[in-house]
């Protein structure tokens, strides 16, 4: 049974950084996409960042481009996010995704995802 967990959330300043961690049981981190969304109250799922099984592939969202970094442990099962220069714009709950298809992890709303981790809430505030 595949699952995502995602932890290292939490509440930060504006320009601070924080790394998100994302743990995949089951086997799958050799074989799919892994990647990061967003989504507020207000606003609609957001595809952030994705990164391919080999590593070698990286997607990023225009608005975190040059401030957010994805990256992968195989030995760990683990992708990660770090996020820099934190705006209040990026404050969200963030989930990790997992798909074989590269059109579905980099899709803009994450739409027929096939796994997703239930969410790590991220707070900016000024």
Request: hydrophobic share 35%; with cysteine; proline share 2%.
């Amino acid at each position: 049974q595949v699952r995502l967990f995602e932890y290292g959330g939490g509440w930060v300043q504006v320009g601070d950084s924080l790394r998100l961690s994302c743990i995949a049981s089951g086997r799958i981190f050799s074989t799919h996409y892994m990647g990061w969304f967003r989504q507020t109250a207000r606003t609609e799922r957001e595809f952030v960042a994705a990164i391919g099984a080999s590593g070698s592939e990286l997607y990023y969202g225009d608005s975190v481009k040059g401030r957010f970094t994805i990256s992968r442990d195989d030995a760990k099962n683990t992708v990660y996010l770090q996020m820099n220069s934190l705006k209040p714009e990026d404050a969200a709950v963030y989930y990790c995704a997992a798909d074989r298809s590269v059109q579905t992890i980099t899709n803009p709303r994450g739409s027929n995802m096939g796994y997703w981790g239930r969410g790590a809430l991220v707070t900016v505030s000024e």
